[in-house]
């Protein structure tokens, strides 16, 4: 049974940073479609990047708009992790983020809708504020 597990949560100031951490276990996170999802209290689950599988998309990310050029998604095949390095944060960044895999994946390159993902962490509170 895969499992994800997220790290790295926190309270930072506006404008600071943040790594996150997404350990799979059950799977190897190279071969699947890795995606971070944000949920702030009121607001629908937004996908806001993904990475998808190094042996199909060779690696090809995607980013929501809402982030692009702030955040970062990576993956370490050696540390067997997919993080998302948060940068330039805003309040309005404030939420939990989890991370979600698509093992079984039909398409070629990674999506960043919910319903296209398998397995999902627990989440981690993300909190931008002075």
């Known amino acids: 049974q895969a499992q994800l597990v997220e790290s790295g949560g926190g309270l930072v100031q506006p404008g600071g940073s943040l790594r996150l951490s997404c350990a799979p276990s059950g799977f190897a996170p190279e071969y699947a479609h890795v995606g971070w999802f944000r949920q702030a209290p009121g607001l629908e689950r937004e996908g806001i990047a993904c990475?998808?599988?190094?042996?199909?998309?060779?690696?090809?990310?995607n980013y929501a708009d809402s982030v692009k050029g702030r955040f970062t998604i990576v993956r370490d095949p050696a540390k067997n992790t997919v993080y998302l390095q948060m940068g330039s944060l805003k309040p309005e960044d404030t939420a939990v983020y989890y991370c979600?895999?698509?093992?079984?994946?039909?398409?070629?390159?990674?999506?960043?809708?919910?319903?296209?993902?398998?397995?999902w962490g627990q989440g981690t509170q993300v909190t931008v504020s002075s």
């Open positions: 990475i998808g599988a190094r042996d199909n998309s060779d690696g090809r990310t």
């Open positions: 979600a895999a698509d093992v079984y994946y039909s398409n070629s390159y990674c999506s960043r809708l919910s319903s296209d993902y398998e397995y």
